[in-house]
């Protein structure tokens, strides 16, 4: 039996077909296989005991054709090189197929931040920033949250920079707490982003009302899809989360649901509403599926039983390639992660801009801005669909591989 492939393999392998598709410059494609610069540094930090410890962090660039590096930093025990490259990678093609003046990285630690205190997670954010100073900057690299990092990671790593240039620099991460710099928005727009390209998708398939919508996951991504559907008029009849799913076929109200998992810690249980468990979930006869939880959830076991007319990917990962060829075979419009959760760096360009310029802008102006970006580069890939008589997830890759080798072309970088 073959090996399976680790993430960075499998980006290649994805790559590769792409390539095939578009007749991809040969030279471009080999550069394109690595990536540009690869940085590890040991973080020695103290804890709390006053025992040291030394850490292993990585940042790493793919490709900067089109603009900056962009993308999060991680920190989780699994953290490894591979993976980090992997995600670097995707970043390249998701600033690209949204048409953001960006290029893409990542960063991680490998650390266990739940065993970590907040003082010894505050000195090892400032040691990894303090090691990584040279290859980040508004204009070189600008780092966002990932998994276990958030708001406050943001602003140690841009006040550590900013003491280090000797002058405020907002502009050096993005998803930074409103205060010191944040965008309006930045909060909703992955679930917001992905329930208009859902939105569009239902528009271009003609379905009539009532539109129905199932969320597995109901974090950050997956309670503005819930929300934000509700606002439209869609019917949330199921959610779920990590303990199990609720349904409701009369439709739930998203703010009530989270209100009682505030109380309990779970969506389980909710009073009106019949307990599920997330398989029962994906299969649910819906017209709209939200995964927004983990990777690999939809695979060859349950893609045949899918029901749901339009699959957009809030989580990164959700299909697996088999599960995408059943899908494709059966009619069912996969808008892709990179294009359907791509509402979050959509909106941390928008702060960048923003940080930049030293311009405010409304709730209102952000998700305007935030429209027009998601439809026109649903757009985008649906033309190429339809064209190409492709799925939508290889479509996406044509245009984001299609825009980088491009901007290569055009700056020397391969002649
Ligand atoms: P989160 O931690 O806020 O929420 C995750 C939710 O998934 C929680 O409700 C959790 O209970 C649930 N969950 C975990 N394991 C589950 C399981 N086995 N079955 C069902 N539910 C499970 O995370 P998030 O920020 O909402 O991110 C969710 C996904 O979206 C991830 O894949 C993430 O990489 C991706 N994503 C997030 C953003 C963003 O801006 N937050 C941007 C792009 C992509």
């Given at each position: 039996m073959a090996a399976e492939l680790n993430p960075y393999q499998m980006a290649v392998k994805q790559l590769e077909h792409v390539a095939r598709l578009i007749d991809l410059d040969t030279g471009i494609l080999e550069i394109l296989k690595k990536p540009k610069r690869e940085i590890i540094v040991h973080l020695p930090v103290k804890m709390d005991t006053g025992e040291i410890k030394v850490f292993t962090g990585y940042r790493v660039h793919h490709n900067d054709a089109r603009g900056p590096f962009k993308g999060g930093i991680r920190y989780h025990p699994n953290v490894n090189l591979d993976e980090v490259r992997a995600l670097a990678m995707w970043m390249t093609w998701k600033t690209s197929v949204m048409d953001l003046p960006y290029g893409g990285a990542k960063g991680g630690v490998t650390c266990n931040p739940k065993e970590m205190s907040r003082g010894e997670l505050e000195r090892l954010t400032r040691r990894y920033t303090y090691a990584i100073r040279e290859f980040i900057?508004?204009?070189?690299d600008i780092p966002a949250p990932d998994v276990y990092t958030n708001p406050q990671t943001m602003a140690w790593i841009a006040d550590t920079y900013s003491g280090l240039q000797g002058r405020w620099e907002p502009?050096?991460?993005?998803?930074?707490p409103i205060e010191i710099g944040g965008s309006q928005g930045r909060t909703e727009a992955t679930g917001l982003g992905t329930m208009i390209t859902a939105r569009e998708a239902v528009k271009k398939l003609g379905l009539s009302k009532p539109i129905t919508v199932a969320v597995q996951g109901f974090g950050n991504v997956g309670y503005y899809a819930a929300y934000f559907s509700h606002q439209w008029g869609?019917?949330?009849?199921a959610v779920s989360d990590s303990k199990g799913g609720i349904y409701n076929p009369d439709g739930l109200n998203p703010e009530a649901v989270m209100e009682h998992k505030r109380k309990t810690?779970?969506?389980?249980?909710?009073?009106?509403a019949r307990n599920i468990s997330n398989e029962e979930l994906l299969e649910l006869d819906v017209t709209i599926l939200v995964p927004?939880?983990?990777?690999?959830?939809?695979t060859e076991k349950n893609a045949d039983k899918i029901k749901a007319k339009v699959i957009s990917e809030?989580?990164?990962?959700?299909?697996?390639p088999e599960a995408d060829k059943i899908l494709h075979e059966k009619g069912i419009v996969v808008v892709p992660d990179i294009l359907a959760n791509a509402g979050g760096v959509t909106c941390s360009y928008f702060e960048w801009v923003q940080a930049l310029t030293r311009e405010w802008w409304t709730k209102e102006e952000v998700f305007q801005k935030l429209e027009n970006k998601m439809v026109k580069a649903f757009e985008e890939v649906y033309k190429i669909y339809k064209e190409r008589n492709v799925d939508m997830r290889t479509a996406a890759y044509i245009i984001a591989v299609s825009r980088v080798a491009r901007a290569m072309q055009l700056r020397g970088i391969w002649p």
């Open positions: 900057g508004p204009y070189v502009g050096v991460v993005t998803a930074k869609y019917k949330v009849v810690r779970s969506v389980v249980g909710y009073p009106g927004a939880a983990i990777e690999g959830v939809i809030g989580a990164n990962g959700p299909t697996t």
